[in-house]
């Protein structure tokens, strides 16, 4: 045999051993199951199929969850998940489901919008498949996915990607991004038919008002605000207004009439509910950190970010003590009770209440303490995400 | 029509995969021949549905 040849076999062989390494990792993340407990106050659950039945049987297809008071009242919805890299939603929205009670009309939870995108990651992102908080029974893992619905799911990406109905031009890659896909058509790209079927949602649950749970840069003028219509406004402002006298720093942006696909925009023009995307501040989406580790995505301390605040970089506050996961995750539910109030306060005759711990309470004692032991509850009482 | 598509580019990376393949067996130059293997992972990674 000739030196070239022995040579072959051993560049086969190394290149068998990076397909087996690369694929195993990736086929553990894209079918890794998060276990959530329903709490005391779900009294439903079910897909988002229920609402465009083709998306039965795909990886678009999501669980929901529904908290019935059985009191008349306004119905909330909220989203966590829409971006998979920005995992405070999907924290946020699984705290929620195991901690919340609604105590007059509905909520309803939806923790992994974009499913499909929460099964692979960034393709250089060069960050964590999986992170993990701590809790007094063990560890509650979740999935670090990716911005974009998975490839393996929607594929290939046109050259340019236009909106529905707009014909607005965006860019390609959006095609797969569920927060340029509002409000979606049922004929159309998967990342479509998930638009579709979550304004059906809204329409048929007559839902009042849409809460998207995300994260954002902390050099992005867009983060630690809430992004909103016209029409949202005033409960947004008055919200902030009282948040920033007594919790936290938040301010309100104004969505750009011209920028189509987003929810905080779609859900408002196509439906009678009023939308709010919450934007929290994660270090870890910012490019120039050090490591992209779990550390940092569950701590959110950086020295690069922290010479960049002093140098009065960023676009919000940031010190030694990081963005950790209890700020951003109990910012997000403070913010949803803060709403539910404002909206109390302009529609007496359509009230919602919901109570959960949220920022002070997950500061106090960390997220972890609310997590609750999937073996001590009945089997009944367990969702797989 | 997203699915005759979809099927046409995985079409696309069978085809890449083969010539690639065949040039790593023609090849007698070791460099290029790493570079086949290279370019080929990741039609390797869609066609089989990993990534």
Known sequence: MTRLKIGKIVLLCLFALCLVVAGVEMRTLRNYKETLVKGPGVTGSGRLSDYLPKLKGTWADTNVYYFDSGKPGATALLLGGTHPNEPSGIIAAFLMVENAKVETGRLIVIPHYNRSGSTATQPLGAYPQFISIKTDWGKQTFRMGDRLINPLDQWPDPEVYIHYPSKQMLSNVDMRNVNRTWPGRADGALGEQIGFAAMELIRKENVDWVVDFHGAELLYPVTNCIVVPSQSTVIAQLAAINLTATDFEVHVEPSPVNFRGVSHREIGDHSPALPFLLESPDPFLDQPTGPKTEALELEGKDEFLLAASKRGLLFTDYDESGKSMEQRAGRHITIVKQLAEEWNNMFPDKPIVISSPGYTEFEAEGVGAYFTDPSSVEENRLSLE | ?51
């Open chain 2, 1 to 51: 029509m997203a699915f005759v598509i979809t099927t046409v580019y995985y079409a696309l990376c069978v085809y890449a995969i083969t010539f690639l393949a065949i040039n790593f067996v023609k090849t007698k130059d070791w460099q290029k021949a790493t570079l086949q293997l290279i370019v080929m992972l990741p039609f390797l990674l869609r066609v089989l549905r990993l990534k």
